[in-house]
């Protein structure tokens, strides 16, 4: 079993829509959590922390579920230019808490 | 921007080659990784270093060395390259919030 596993996707949507990834990690002593957003061909970038109160930034909002050990990322209103590549990325204890990534959510938002 | 830069950004070499990728950055972070990205398995850690000659393996760092002489430039070395170390990599450092940042890549192909 992997790490950290996410559905590939893609997710297709059009303009306006919600969205919602999840993320699910396998080992509970985890301690950090984060999205991060790669455009085709380019690198990855932090979209944002994942508190365990949850937190949102404008039109995302990122939810943590230790008990149930996933991290889920929500959308609203999705743009054109949310048409992304979205990683899910996960502290693990046996790396010495280094940061290990998911293989990624495709979305594409359409007109 | 966190004033990092890798070179080359675009290698192809032959199968027994060796190769160096260099990473350089200029804000005096003590953690530096590699990683490589791969289709279906996101990105994976090869090697990081916690400062100026203290380097630890990652998860697939078989075939890689690396080697970190001066803060500011960390350097993965490809010994005898082959045909499976074909793939992009990025240098990453850390901030103190733990969230990594990223270089723009280097796309290296092993013919």
């Known amino acids: 079993r992997k790490e950290v596993e996410q559905d590939p996707g893609p997710f297709n949507v059009p303009e306006g829509a919600t969205v919602a990834f999840n993320c699910t990690y396998s080992n509970s002593a985890s301690q950090s959590f984060f999205w991060y957003r790669q455009d085709c061909r380019k690198e990855p970038k932090l979209l944002m922390s994942?508190?365990?109160s949850g937190n949102e930034d404008g039109r995302f909002t990122a939810q943590l579920n230790r008990a149930s050990q996933y991290i889920s990322l929500l959308i609203r209103d999705s743009k054109l230019s949310d048409s992304a590549t979205y990683l899910c990325?996960?502290?693990?204890?046996?790396?010495?808490?280094?940061?290990?990534f998911g293989a990624g959510t495709i979305l594409r938002v359409k007109s | 921007d966190a004033g990092i830069t890798q070179s080359p950004r675009h290698k192809v070499t032959e199968t027994g080659t060796p190769v160096t990728l260099r990473c350089h950055q200029t804000?005096?972070?003590?953690?530096m990784y590699w990683y490589r990205q791969d289709p279906g398995h996101g990105l994976r850690l090869i090697h990081y270093?916690?400062?100026?000659?203290?380097?630890d393996k990652g998860e697939v760092s078989d075939g890689y060395s690396v080697s970190r002489s001066k803060t500011e430039d960390f350097l993965l070395t490809l010994e005898s390259a082959t045909s499976s170390q074909t793939s992009v990599y990025f240098c990453a450092i850390s901030k103190n919030t733990g969230e990594l940042f990223f270089g723009e890549g280097s796309r290296l192909t092993v013919l």
């Open positions: 990325v996960v502290s693990l204890e046996e790396y010495g808490n280094k940061l290990v």
């Open positions: 804000e005096n972070h003590r953690y």
């Open positions: 994942v508190y365990s």
């Open positions: 270093s916690y400062g100026v000659k203290d380097t």
